[in-house]
């Protein structure tokens, strides 16, 4: 279908567009072909993406869709994505972003679960939608992009018969994330606040320093996940910038996409530091990536070494945050966080606090759980789960965990060591895997590790680690006696690996990360319980 060209707009200032949902609309009156959009399966001006993001909330409604309802998306990075977010923004209705590699069971068990009236699908993932669709009836409202799908109605053929001007009246909608968790039913994370009153979004915001008409943000990672979607399509776009999707993620040719485009502004996760680190010189210098003046990163702990490698190459315009789905903790610079290696930043007075099992407050320097405050505005709670909420929180109910550990040193500045669901006990001693994974991805012949505890008859558990190699490297015995020769030399003796295996590839979540509870699961097969 032609992508509409004009949109008649509705007399809205700036402050007014922000609190219905309608900022989109204002920039379309202000830039109207300016890009929003660049992708491999479309671009979008600001003017085509108000117009499309009109045309669907009309085509919602017109399908017995009202404010509250909620609405599941499976679709890769394409500009529908765009379309559909900007849409529920509007509209009062509630997004749920679904992951793309989930199956179709797993599909209708999120529809179900948070009562989606409409499901709106990628023609890439037909198989899955199409057995999720006979499991879900009370998502009678189906459309397809990309194509066509037996059950579902043309996406395109659905907008064409809607008109493009601006709603007269808009109303704020949300977006609710279903976090994958180390064990169990993915849970929704019910927030009440939009992206855009959060406090640390707003502080990422400052520092991004948007030029409307200049700047350009590339999205490397898929947009169901919190992260890209919140930094590198709801942030730019709410300032008026455009964003390049990136279908996938492939090194350089994100760095391709960074030169053709002029990007100034990125999200990353750190397994794609590393692997941008890992480029010949060659393929690192043919490119020019000096439009660049943000490079934003989260979502795990980044080893000191491969960070400091970054911003010797870059410079310091690498930025870091502790948040997650459920709330926010900090955000470093790369100038403080060069003083203080390591650091995710210093929190404001109150956000967050070290605990031990019990409970009971740590001083500094002493590891423990990590709570952070969750304000009384935008207290999250689990969809469904009044239990999982419950153990989220503290006895004061006004601090979360989300089972990470770490330390604040005397000046209040925040350290991560790891997950507490994956630390290794071994005789009793706590043994932090992404301290050793740091060590072993600076060694020459690993592309990348997952250390894990695996089952020992003695000491519970022993420290193991799976490692990938660069290519080129063969993983033999005498290697493995390297790698763990070159862990003692750098770590006390307790915490370095009794064992190293080779796998030609690691299990990895669609942002990039490993996905460690995979890598361990195989060591503890047949086991009654895992300790």
Not at 13 to 31: F, P
Not at 219 to 228: F, I
Not at 410 to 415: K, N, R, S, V, W
Not at 436 to 442: G, I, K, N
Request: glycine share 8%; net charge negative; with cysteine.
């Amino acid at each position: 279908m032609p992508i509409p060209a004009t949109v008649e707009h509705m007399s809205l200032d700036r402050r007014a567009a922000g609190r219905c949902g309608m900022t989109l609309a204002w920039h379309a009156r202000e830039v109207p072909d300016q890009p929003a959009i660049l992708s491999p399966a479309g671009d979008r001006s600001f003017d085509q993406l108000n117009a499309r993001a009109n045309q669907i909330v009309r085509a919602l409604r017109v399908r017995g869709l009202r404010a509250g309802d909620r609405v599941a998306l499976m679709c890769s990075n394409r500009p529908e994505f765009a379309e559909v977010y900007a849409a529920v923004q509007r509209s009062g209705l509630h997004l749920i972003p679904i992951n793309w590699h989930f199956t179709g069971p797993e599909i209708a068990y999120i529809a179900n679960d948070c009562n989606a009236r409409a499901l709106i699908g990628d023609v890439r993932y037909a198989e899955a939608l199409t057995e999720a669709a006979a499991e879900i009836p009370k998502t009678d409202v189906r459309l397809v992009v990309g194509g066509s799908l037996a059950g579902f109605e043309r996406y395109d053929e659905v907008l064409e018969r809607e008109s493009t001007a601006d709603v007269e009246d808009a109303e704020h909608g949300s977006t609710m994330f279903y976090t994958s968790g180390t064990t169990g039913r993915p849970k929704g994370v019910d927030r009440p606040a939009s992206f855009r009153s959060r406090p640390g979004l707003a502080l990422v915001a400052k520092h991004s320093a948007y030029r409307r008409g200049e700047d350009l943000n590339l999205c490397t990672g898929p947009l169901y996940h919190a992260a890209p979607l919140a930094f590198s399509l709801a942030g730019p776009l709410t300032a008026g910038v455009g964003v390049v999707l990136m279908d996938g993620w492939d090194s350089e040719g994100a760095l391709a996409l960074i030169e053709r485009h002029r990007i100034t502004h990125t999200h990353m996760v750190p397994t794609m530091f590393h692997r941008l680190l890992s480029l010949p010189a060659a393929a690192r210098t043919r490119h020019d990536l000096s439009s660049l003046r943000m490079i934003l990163h989260g979502a795990a702990p980044c080893p000191i070494a491969i960070k400091r490698a970054l911003i010797e190459w870059l410079g310091p315009i690498v930025y870091e945050y502790y948040a997650a789905t459920e709330g926010w903790g900090s955000f470093v610079t790369s100038e403080v966080w060069l003083e203080r290696p390591g650091t995710v930043g210093l929190p404001q007075s109150g956000q967050v606090r070290i605990a031990d099992e019990n409970g009971g407050a740590l001083p500094p320097g002493e590891v423990g759980k990590i709570y952070m405050r969750a304000p009384p505005e935008d207290r999250f709670a689990y969809h469904k789960d009044p239990e999982k909420t419950h153990d989220a929180y503290d006895a004061s109910g006004e601090y979360f965990t989300l089972g990470d550990v770490g330390y604040v040193d005397e000046d209040g500045y925040l350290y991560l060591t790891d997950r507490s669901a994956d630390v290794i006990i071994s005789g009793g001693v706590n043994t932090y895997p992404a301290e050793v994974d740091a060590v072993l991805l600076s060694h020459p012949s690993i592309a990348d590790s997952a250390t894990i505890g695996a089952p020992n008859k003695d000491w519970g558990e022993e420290v193991r680690a799976v490692v990938e190699l660069k290519p080129g490297i063969e993983g033999t015995d005498a290697l493995a006696h390297e790698l763990i020769a070159f862990c003692r030399e750098r770590l006390a003796h307790y915490k370095c690996p009794r064992a190293v295996d080779f796998v030609s590839a690691l299990p990895r979540e669609d942002s990039g990360k490993i996905f460690r509870r995979r890598v361990r699961e195989k060591y503890w097969v047949g086991r009654e319980k895992r300790i």
